[in-house]
């Protein structure tokens, strides 16, 4: 059964998309991707050291660009121009690459979305021809405003950045995820297996997560857990969960034939 | 005649040996060749196929990108 996720006109089998930051070590950045499972990887975009260490190993030489689709993010930026230079300049260094994560943080403990300044961001970015995953608040009017604006994915948060406090409201996810036309990916707050398994259980179309595997005491098996969480999430989605009760007189074994 | 000149690069003066220098000559000088990066000058982008064509100036303003780990 072919069950494909689908970001703007491009399919993936796996609906995990996984951070590449806070890692041990880049082998273990590169261990956790593969356990995980995960097609789309995010980036950071930061300033090049200078004169240090030109012959140090990077990122890209363990992750290859021909081998992962780029996630690249606006992570740390407080203003839309500031995600649209970054975005730029990703689209320059990844060889004219599209597909963009674009955040505007609002504060810097929180790390909550500055929605207006998403906004005003995501108008000129599709105008320039990005395909724009965006994270947001979980607000459902944001959510479909930004799909309104051309955003190929929009991506609500279930907790704050780095929290791996769960799914805080589900109620929010599913408004959104009932009306938007484009694919709704939780994208921070997850903590553990369950919360990715609730997320999909929801109907969303993938979870990104970074902390909740980077984080964890053993990251490489978190990650396997997470593949496995996102596939039983999504298949108990399209399976249709039985209707809740109080309580059944209906028992799962037969009520003829027994013995006496 | 003072010789050379100084830009400003990811947030730090820099003193150039020449007035004359591209910006692939700045990435050679950096030792950047063959490094995957980005080159912003003033706010624009340099695409990579321009880097021997653009001329710098003094006082340019220069962000000098990669990618790294992140979420």
């Given at each position: 059964m072919s069950d494909a996720l689908v970001i703007a006109g491009k399919s993936y089998e796996?609906?995990?998309?996984?951070?590449?930051?806070?890692?041990?070590?880049?082998?273990?950045?590169?261990?956790?991707?593969?356990?995980?499972?995960?097609?789309?990887v995010t980036v950071a975009i930061r300033r090049t050291n200078i004169g240090q260490n030109a012959n140090?190993?990077?990122?890209?030489?363990?992750?290859?660009?021909?081998?992962?689709?780029?996630?690249?993010?606006?992570?740390?930026?407080?203003?839309?121009?500031?995600?649209?230079?970054?975005?730029?300049?990703?689209?320059?260094?990844?060889?004219?690459?599209?597909?963009?994560?674009?955040?505007v943080l609002g504060d810097p403990n929180t790390l909550y979305p500055n929605v207006t300044e998403t906004i005003a961001a995501a108008k000129v970015l599709v105008k320039e021809g990005f395909e724009v995953m965006v994270y947001?608040?979980?607000?459902?009017?944001?959510?479909?405003?930004?799909?309104?604006?051309?955003c190929v994915a929009?991506?609500?948060?279930?907790?704050?950045?780095g929290s791996g406090m769960g799914i805080l409201n589900p109620?929010?996810?599913?408004?959104?995820?009932?009306?938007?036309?484009?694919?709704?990916?939780?994208?921070?707050?997850?903590?553990?297996?369950?919360?990715?398994?609730?997320?999909?259980e929801l109907g969303c179309a993938g979870v990104l997560m970074n902390t909740?595997?980077?984080?964890?005491?053993?990251?490489?098996?978190?990650?396997?857990?997470?593949?496995?969480?996102?596939?039983?999430?999504?298949e108990s989605f399209l399976a249709g969960r039985m209707a809740k009760k109080l309580y059944s007189a209906s028992p799962s074994s037969p009520t003829t034939g027994m013995i006496g | 005649m003072k010789s050379?000149?100084?830009?400003?690069?990811?947030?730090?003066?820099?003193?150039?040996p020449s007035e004359a220098m591209t910006v692939m000559a700045l990435v050679e000088h950096m030792q950047l060749t063959g490094k995957r990066i980005a080159v912003e000058r003033n706010g624009d982008i340099v695409p990579r196929s321009q880097f021997h064509a653009v001329q710098l100036?003094?006082?340019?303003?220069?962000?000098?990108?990669?990618?790294?780990g992140g979420g």
């Open positions: 796996s609906r995990l998309l996984v951070g590449t930051g806070k890692y041990k070590d880049f082998a273990e950045t590169r261990a956790a991707i593969d356990a995980s499972g995960t097609e789309i140090e190993p990077s990122l890209l030489d363990y992750l290859p660009p021909a081998e992962f689709t780029y996630l690249p993010n606006t992570a740390g930026c407080y203003s839309a121009d500031d995600a649209i230079r970054t975005l730029r300049l990703a689209r320059e260094l990844l060889d004219d690459h599209r597909l963009v994560k674009l955040e947001t608040s979980d607000d459902p009017i944001i959510a479909r405003q930004l799909e309104e604006i051309g929009v991506m609500p948060l279930a907790s704050l950045i109620w929010n996810l599913q408004i959104i995820i009932e009306s938007a036309k484009i694919p709704v990916l939780v994208d921070a707050g997850v903590g553990c297996a369950s919360d990715a398994a609730i997320a999909m909740a595997i980077a984080a964890a005491r053993d990251p490489v098996l978190m990650a396997g857990a997470m593949k496995k969480a996102v596939e039983a999430g999504r | 050379g000149m100084q830009i400003l690069v990811n947030g730090k003066a820099m003193q150039l100036q003094g006082n340019d303003k220069l962000e000098i990108v990669g990618a790294v």
